[in-house]
């Protein structure tokens, strides 16, 4: 096991600037800062990429750093934290966008066209609630609050393989609605 420098020192080697300073700074917090930021966004892929950018904050702010008013630690942990936040503000915010529901949507388009377009004179919201409750709920978060399949698998507690096969059944039963009704058979 190698050992690893006291902050003291580190500070020092810092203050040089260099490319190998950097690499004792990753090399001493990389993986107490990657704990911490994977408790905040509960997804590795994230928190990698989270530990990389304020890695780089860090770096870039590190003239910053006042040892008078804490360790070292404490001020790379509260910037680690507060970019995992804000991560995870942006995320919400993203899916905020795209989180609107189907009649909300069709609203939107209808106002920006001005149009008199009515989802239920065609049926589509009593054909779409008429599905299976879990294939619903699948459809609901794909495609209209934007979570991925991956994503919808975590918060059902499911295997993917599962939401996929869900995703599917829903939209071959809605395709043979629409082809029914397309044919004249459905009214």
């Known amino acids: 096991m190698r050992k690893l ?3 003291e020192d580190l500070i020092l080697v810092l203050n ?10 990753y090399n001493n917090y990389s993986a107490s800062i990657f704990g911490s930021i ?7 892929e994230l928190a990698e990429d989270i530990t990389q950018e304020s890695f780089v904050k860090i770096w870039n702010n590190f003239s ?18 507060n970019t995992a936040i804000d991560a995870l503000k942006s ?8 989180n609107q529901d189907i009649e909300n949507s069709v609203y939107v388009i209808d106002q920006q066209y001005q149009t008199d377009f009515n989802t239920d004179g065609i049926g589509l919201k009593k054909i779409v609630e008429a599905l299976p409750k879990d294939q619903l709920e699948i459809l609901q978060k794909m495609y209209f609050e934007g979570y991925t399949q991956s994503e919808i698998a975590k918060d059902f507690e499911i295997p993917l393989g599962t ?6 059944q829903a939209i071959q039963k809605l395709r043979g609605v629409f082809n029914e009704k397309q044919k ?3 009214s």
Not at 64 to 81: E, F, P, V
């Open 5 to 7: 420098i006291s902050e």
């Open 16 to 25: 040089t600037g260099t490319e190998a300073a950097f690499n004792l700074l």
């Open 38 to 44: 994977l408790k905040i966004v509960n997804n590795r």
């Open 64 to 81: 910053s750093y006042d040892s008078s008013k804490g360790k070292l630690y404490t001020w790379m942990l509260n910037i680690a934290r």
């Open 91 to 98: 995320k919400q915010e993203r899916n905020s966008l795209q």
């Open 163 to 168: 939401v996929k096969t869900r995703a599917r």
């Open 184 to 186: 004249g058979g459905i």
